[in-house]
């Protein structure tokens, strides 16, 4: 059983279900991902209907510890993603959608 999927691994399924040439596979997966951090990051959010939500939310600096030397030391704001999924991602996962 597979643990997680790579990039190249979906590029060589979208090679074998759609008949395109790997190149074409390549370039089909790097453009769809740029182009949804592009949106992520310009809009903030962004709803591919049937998948799911991204969203930046921003988290505030804290104080946290280094647990090798027990030392203070801050940790800095930052953005972070996530990602809600729809109703039907959700039911396909709890196969509810058989």
Same mark, same amino acid.
């Given at each position: 059983?597979?643990? =997680? /999927?790579?990039?190249?691994? +979906?590029?060589?399924? @979208?090679?074998?279900?759609?008949?395109?040439? $790997? &190149?074409?596979?390549? =370039? /089909?997966?790097?453009?769809? +991902?740029?182009?949804? @951090?592009?949106?992520?990051?310009?809009?903030? $959010? &962004?709803?591919?209907?049937?998948?799911?939500?991204?969203?930046?939310?921003?988290?505030?600096?804290r104080?946290?510890?280094?647990? $090798?030397?027990?030392e203070?030391?801050?940790?800095?704001?930052?953005?972070?993603?996530?990602?809600?999924?729809?109703?039907?991602?959700?039911?396909?996962?709890?196969?509810?959608?058989?």
């Amino acid at each position: 059983m597979r643990i =997680n /999927l790579t990039k190249k691994d +979906l590029i060589n399924q @979208i090679y074998m279900q759609l008949g395109f040439s $790997k &190149l074409v596979s390549e =370039n /089909l997966i790097n453009d769809f +991902l740029s182009t949804v @951090i592009l949106n992520l990051k310009e809009e903030k $959010k &962004l709803k591919l209907s049937g998948f799911g939500t991204f969203s930046i939310r921003r988290k505030k600096s804290r104080i946290g510890r280094n647990p $090798k030397t027990k030392e203070l030391t801050v940790i800095s704001s930052r953005e972070v993603v996530l990602f809600k999924p729809s109703k039907e991602f959700k039911e396909f996962i709890n196969n509810k959608n058989d």
